[in-house]
C-alpha cells in the first residue's frame, strides 16, 4: 500500500512539473509572438530550468527555449547571461536538433562555454551538461512550446544581428543575419554608425544593434537619430 502511495505521488510529481514547463513555454511563445521580448525571455528560462528539473530539457524545446532565452539576454531585455543561454541552445541542438542553421551559427557566435568567465559558472554549475557533457536526447517528453512568429506586430523590444566590417570606425552596408522582429531588417540601409570614420579595417564579423525601441545611429556628420520600432514614441 505505502509503495502504491509512493509511486501515485512521484506520478502526480511528475505531472505536474510538466505542467508548469507547458504553462511557462506557452507564456514565452505568447510574449514572443507579440513582441514582448523581455518577458518571453523571463518565461523561456524559467522553462528552461523546469524542464531540466524534470529531465525532459534534452528536446527540440529545450534548444528552442534556451535560444530564446538568449536572444532577450542579448537585446539587454532579462539580466540572464545570454552567454549562457546561447551555450546551452548549441549543445541542445546537437543532442535534439531544433535551431535552423542561422540559429545555430549564433550560438557558436555567442555562446560561451564553461570556465571562460567564471562569474557565470554558477549558472553553469546548475548545467545538466556539466555532470553529463555529451547527454542523448531525451525520451517520453511531450512538446510544449507552440509555434514562434518571426515578425510579431508592435514590439517592445528588438535586435538585428548583421555582417559589417570595422565596428570601431564606420559600417559598411550591413549584411542582415538575424533579426527580431524581422521588419527590422528593413532598417538596415539606416544604420551607419560611424564612431571614426577616419579608421578602416578588412574586419569582417557579425555585430548585433538593439532597439528598445529605438537605436541611436550616427551619420558621416556625426549627427545622431533615433530609429523607431513601428508604432514605438521617438525619445
Known amino acids: ?27 514565452a511563445a505568447h510574449a514572443w509572438n507579440e513582441g514582448r521580448l523581455g518577458e518571453a525571455g523571463t518565461h523561456a528560462a524559467a522553462a528552461y530550468d523546469t524542464l531540466a528539473a524534470e529531465g525532459c530539457l534534452i528536446t527540440r524545446d529545450g534548444a528552442r527555449l534556451a535560444f530564446m532565452a538568449g536572444v532577450a539576454g542579448l537585446a539587454g531585455q532579462i539580466e540572464e547571461p545570454y552567454s549562457y543561454f546561447f551555450w546551452a541552445a548549441g549543445q541542445l541542438d546537437r543532442a535534439a536538433s531544433g535551431l535552423t542553421s542561422t540559429e545555430r551559427r549564433l550560438t557558436r557566435e555567442y555562446g560561451i562555454e564553461l570556465g ?16 553529463e557533457p555529451n547527454p542523448r536526447r531525451a525520451r517520453g517528453c511531450p512538446e510544449i512550446l507552440p509555434a514562434l512568429d518571426a515578425d510579431p506586430a508592435s514590439p517592445q523590444a528588438g535586435i538585428l544581428i548583421a555582417w559589417t566590417r570595422n565596428p570601431n570606425g564606420p559600417y559598411a552596408p550591413l549584411q542582415v543575419f538575424y533579426a527580431y522582429p524581422d521588419s527590422v531588417r528593413a532598417w538596415a540601409p539606416e544604420i551607419t554608425g560611424t564612431y571614426d570614420f577616419l579608421q578602416s579595417s578588412s574586419y569582417r564579423g557579425l555585430t548585433y544593434f538593439v532597439f528598445d525601441p529605438c537605436l541611436t545611429v550616427h551619420d558621416q556628420d556625426r549627427q545622431s537619430r533615433d530609429i523607431c520600432l513601428d508604432g514605438a514614441p521617438a525619445p
Do not use: C, H, K, N
Open 116 to 131: 571562460r568567465l567564471p562569474r557565470l559558472d554558477r549558472r553553469y554549475a546548475r548545467s545538466p551538461f556539466l555532470t
Open 1 to 27: 500500500m505505502i509503495g502504491l502511495l509512493f509511486l501515485a505521488l512521484a506520478a502526480w510529481s511528475v505531472t505536474e512539473v510538466q505542467a508548469d514547463a507547458r504553462t511557462l513555454a506557452e507564456a
